[in-house]
């Protein structure tokens, strides 16, 4: 019941905005909703920040905000401090951004400025209402009464919000936190790389709780139509891109879609503290060092191409905390490589960096999402950061040693989805060749590359797979090349013979496919074939029996195994450093990047290739072709 503080002697209260003659007809149609859920109520006409921060600011209990517009009442959302209930400003900020609004980083401007409700509308909030008090709004509902009907909204909280949101200085970093120990999470049985108590996969899930046309997070998912096979899209107004999920129908696909546009959504440090403008002098002593992941040569920074910044040990730079997997102690990482859509131009206003301009930004470390990886916590999140990472080194290093690789012969497949991926490229008028890449990093990981037989244009496609279970890994990649043979390309082969001419050109990830798409670099792509012929468990021996009974049912236990692997091929040192966000957390998602120094980046452009200065890739190249060219080596095919 509400308390008898001054904000909430009067349970219900107009806003300023409410003209006083409307009183009577609106505020006694919400005491009984107070008295119901035990929450003050504020009414107003339309949108006004500063109403709405004031009430929660002095709230000691729950808060319902509800405005009025011309055709509209918006009962909600219930605000209930302590928990992940959005309030109204959350509410109003996700509009906003699902909408694209102009004034989304303006929330002190009213994007409509009610004149009166319409007449109905009172006697449709009384309907409304009484439906409130069968079923009431759980923390985080919203109910929209409309002349064209009522719905109900889940309300998810906001980084961007200004009421509820974290403060400036909640940003900054103002000590190392304490070290991070690893916790049990027992495995789902079968499968040690993911967590039994975890529902992100359920189907179902994670729609009920995040998707909505109008407030998102997730405005929408979409089925592809072209695909050939079930392939969904999560669309997510705040992330870079749309996450996708490709599986054996729809109903897998949903939540594997929704995962990898939240795990893009990580890629900015949104409520993370960060340690900023220090330079690696002064922070060495609990750092990892920037030269150890890899640098850009001289020329490549020179090149009008290029998006680093060049850097010294003394250069100012911003820091994201992380813990050695080894120890738990935390360490540093440069920013925008813990998270890679940093931006040293803006940090607040996502709007800013739509304005800033290139001229205005800054990378030290020009970098993609290898390496970051969802998960139902930490440890499993840490767990498929590595094996991203496993898989593109493997890739990248297979690929720049540009020598022959054992293969499995595509008719040994017994898996059902893998052999229909394989006709099917086959009927586009492409060969398949699945070659084995795993090298130091024992994990397996799978090289699928297919050529066309047909038509000297597109000439090859690739795409790579790892995993726990080798057939799982050569399905996923399977899949992907899949979706390269049967896409319409969009691209002239004179388009690309300019690249084979001047490979500075490739500046993009889609110029990677399209660099490796001409016949002039057919015999390149194929430098990795004529390997032996082996078998699936020799190529892949035990696997996945040896990794479950090293996790002893537990995914901790399967990381720490993965660790080891690691650590055999001298990667001794894995910092993770934790993006998961607010946002994150209230869905049940956790998302992390796994930083290696020493190990391959994949890197996209010509002139992004961090390659400089990794010993183990000088000693992978050691005895081939490759051995003394220059950096940076051919591009690469990778999607």
Same mark, same amino acid.
């Given at each position: 019941?509400?308390?008898?503080?001054?904000?909430?002697?009067?349970?219900?209260?107009?806003?300023?905005?409410?003209?006083?003659?409307?009183?009577?007809?609106?505020?006694?149609?919400?005491?009984?909703?107070?008295?119901?859920?035990?929450?003050?109520?504020?009414?107003?006409?339309?949108?006004?920040?500063?109403?709405?921060?004031?009430?929660?600011?002095?709230?000691?209990?729950?808060?319902?905000?509800?405005?009025?517009?011309?055709?509209?009442?918006?009962?909600?959302?219930?605000?209930?401090?302590?928990?992940?209930?959005?309030?109204?400003?959350?509410?109003?900020?996700?509009?906003?951004?699902?909408?694209?609004?102009?004034?989304?980083?303006?929330?002190?401007?009213?994007?409509?400025?009610?004149?009166?409700?319409?007449?109905?509308?009172?006697?449709?909030?009384?309907?409304?209402?009484?439906?409130?008090?069968?079923?009431?709004?759980?923390?985080?509902?919203?109910?929209?009464?409309?002349?064209?009907?009522?719905?109900?909204?889940?309300?998810?909280?906001?980084?961007?919000?200004?009421?509820?949101?974290?403060?400036?200085?909640?940003?900054?970093?103002?000590?190392?936190?304490?070290?991070?120990?690893?916790?049990?999470?027992?495995?789902?049985?079968?499968?040690?790389?993911?967590?039994?108590?975890?529902?992100?996969?359920?189907?179902?899930?994670?729609?009920?709780?995040?998707?909505?046309?109008?407030?998102?997070?997730?405005?929408?998912?979409?089925?592809?139509?072209?695909?050939?096979?079930?392939?969904?899209?999560?669309?997510?107004?705040?992330?870079?891109?749309?996450?996708?999920?490709?599986?054996?129908?729809?109903?897998?696909?949903?939540?594997?879609?929704?995962?990898?546009?939240?795990?893009?959504?990580?890629?900015?440090?949104?409520?993370?503290?960060?340690?900023?403008?220090?330079?690696?002098?002064?922070?060495?002593?609990?750092?990892?060092?920037?030269?150890?992941?890899?640098?850009?040569?001289?020329?490549?920074?020179?090149?009008?191409?290029?998006?680093?910044?060049?850097?010294?040990?003394?250069?100012?730079?911003?820091?994201?905390?992380?813990?050695?997997?080894?120890?738990?102690?935390?360490?540093?990482?440069?920013?925008?490589?813990?998270?890679?859509?940093?931006?040293?131009?803006?940090?607040?206003?996502?709007?800013?960096?739509?304005?800033?301009? $290139?001229? =205005?930004?800054?990378?030290? *470390?020009?970098?993609?999402? @290898?390496?970051?990886?969802? /998960? %139902?916590?930490? +440890?499993? !999140?840490?767990?498929?950061?590595?094996?991203?990472?496993?898989?593109?080194?493997?890739?990248?290093?297979?690929?720049?040693?540009?020598?022959?690789?054992?293969?499995?012969?595509?008719?040994?497949?017994?898996?059902?989805?893998?052999?229909?991926?394989?006709?099917?490229?086959?009927?586009?008028?492409?060969?398949?060749?699945?070659?084995?890449?795993?090298?130091?990093?024992?994990?397996?990981?799978?090289?699928?590359? $297919?050529? =066309?037989?047909?038509?000297? *244009?597109?000439?090859?496609? @690739?795409?790579?797979?790892? /995993? %726990?279970?080798? +057939?799982? !890994?050569?399905?996923?990649?399977?899949?992907?090349?899949?979706?390269?043979?049967?896409?319409?390309?969009?691209?002239?082969?004179?388009?690309?013979?300019?690249?084979?001419?001047?490979?500075?050109?490739?500046?993009?990830?889609?110029?990677?496919?399209?660099?490796?798409?001409?016949?002039?670099?057919?015999?390149?792509?194929?430098?990795?074939?004529?390997?032996?012929?082996?078998?699936?468990?020799?190529?892949?021996?035990?696997?996945?029996?040896?990794?479950?009974?090293?996790?002893?049912?537990?995914?901790?236990?399967?990381?720490?195994?993965?660790?080891?692997?690691?650590?055999?091929?001298?990667?001794?040192?894995?910092?993770?450093?934790?993006?998961?966000?607010?946002?994150?957390?209230?869905?049940?998602?956790?998302?992390?990047?796994?930083?290696?120094?020493?190990?391959?980046?994949?890197?996209?452009?010509?002139?992004?290739?961090?390659?400089?200065?990794?010993?183990?890739?000088?000693?992978?190249?050691?005895?081939?072709?490759?051995?003394?060219?220059?950096?940076?080596?051919?591009?690469?095919?990778?999607?």
């Amino acid at each position: 019941m509400p308390t008898t503080d001054p904000i909430t002697e009067n349970p219900v209260q107009a806003g300023p905005a409410l003209p006083a003659a409307a009183h009577d007809d609106w505020l006694p149609a919400f005491a009984g909703l107070a008295r119901a859920t035990g929450a003050t109520v504020s009414v107003n006409l339309g949108w006004d920040l500063a109403w709405e921060r004031g009430p929660i600011d002095a709230a000691h209990g729950p808060h319902l905000s509800v405005r009025l517009y011309d055709d509209e009442a918006m009962v909600g959302p219930l605000w209930a401090p302590g928990t992940s209930s959005g309030c109204a400003a959350c509410a109003e900020v996700r509009e906003r951004t699902v909408l694209d609004h102009p004034l989304v980083g303006d929330l002190t401007r009213a994007t409509r400025v009610p004149a009166a409700p319409a007449p109905l509308l009172p006697e449709l909030l009384r309907t409304g209402l009484a439906h409130l008090a069968d079923r009431p709004l759980a923390p985080g509902e919203a109910y929209s009464v409309t002349v064209r009907g009522t719905r109900r909204h889940r309300i998810a909280r906001s980084f961007h919000c200004p009421v509820c949101g974290p403060a400036p200085e909640d940003l900054v970093s103002t000590g190392a936190p304490a070290p991070r120990a690893l916790r049990s999470r027992p495995a789902v049985p079968g499968d040690a790389t993911r967590t039994a108590a975890s529902r992100l996969v359920e189907p179902g899930f994670l729609r009920d709780r995040l998707v909505d046309d109008r407030f998102g997070p997730v405005r929408a998912i979409l089925r592809e139509s072209h695909a050939p096979f079930a392939m969904s899209m999560a669309v997510v107004a705040d992330a870079p891109a749309m996450g996708h999920g490709r599986a054996r129908t729809f109903a897998e696909t949903e939540p594997v879609a929704v995962l990898e546009a939240y795990e893009r959504l990580a890629g900015y440090p949104y409520d993370i503290p960060l340690v900023t403008r220090r330079s690696y002098r002064e922070v060495a002593g609990h750092a990892v060092d920037p030269d150890t992941l890899g640098r850009y040569t001289a020329e490549q920074l020179a090149h009008p191409t290029s998006r680093a910044t060049p850097f010294t040990a003394d250069t100012p730079m911003d820091w994201a905390w992380g813990h050695d997997l080894a120890d738990g102690r935390p360490l540093l990482v440069p920013a925008d490589h813990a998270f890679y859509q940093y931006e040293y131009a803006f940090r607040r206003d996502r709007r800013a960096a739509r304005v800033a301009g $290139a001229a =205005n930004r800054r990378h030290y *470390f020009f970098d993609c999402s @290898s390496g970051c990886a969802v /998960g %139902a916590n930490y +440890e499993e !999140a840490a767990l498929h950061s590595l094996f991203e990472l496993a898989e593109r080194d493997a890739f990248l290093t297979s690929w720049y040693r540009a020598a022959p690789l054992p293969h499995v012969p595509v008719a040994s497949l017994t898996d059902p989805t893998s052999r229909a991926m394989v006709e099917l490229i086959r009927a586009r008028g492409f060969d398949v060749h699945l070659l084995v890449a795993t090298r130091d990093i024992g994990l397996p990981v799978v090289w699928v590359i $297919a050529v =066309n037989e047909k038509n000297p *244009f597109p000439a090859t496609f @690739s795409s790579a797979g790892s /995993g %726990a279970d080798p +057939e799982a !890994a050569i399905r996923g990649a399977l899949r992907e090349v899949a979706q390269l043979v049967t896409n319409p390309v969009d691209w002239t082969r004179e388009q690309a013979e300019r690249m084979a001419e001047d490979p500075w050109l490739v500046e993009e990830l889609e110029d990677h496919v399209r660099f490796s798409s001409i016949p002039e670099t057919r015999d390149r792509a194929l430098a990795g074939l004529g390997g032996p012929a082996v078998t699936l468990e020799e190529a892949f021996p035990d696997w996945p029996g040896r990794l479950e009974r090293a996790a002893a049912g537990d995914v901790r236990g399967t990381l720490e195994y993965v660790v080891s692997l690691f650590a055999d091929a001298g990667l001794e040192r894995i910092v993770v450093v934790d993006q998961t966000t607010r946002e994150h957390a209230d869905a049940g998602i956790a998302v992390t990047r796994a930083v290696v120094p020493g190990i391959l980046p994949m890197c996209f452009g010509h002139a992004q290739q961090r390659l400089d200065g990794l010993p183990r890739l000088q000693a992978a190249l050691r005895g081939t072709d490759q051995e003394h060219r220059a950096i940076p080596y051919d591009p690469h095919p990778f999607p």
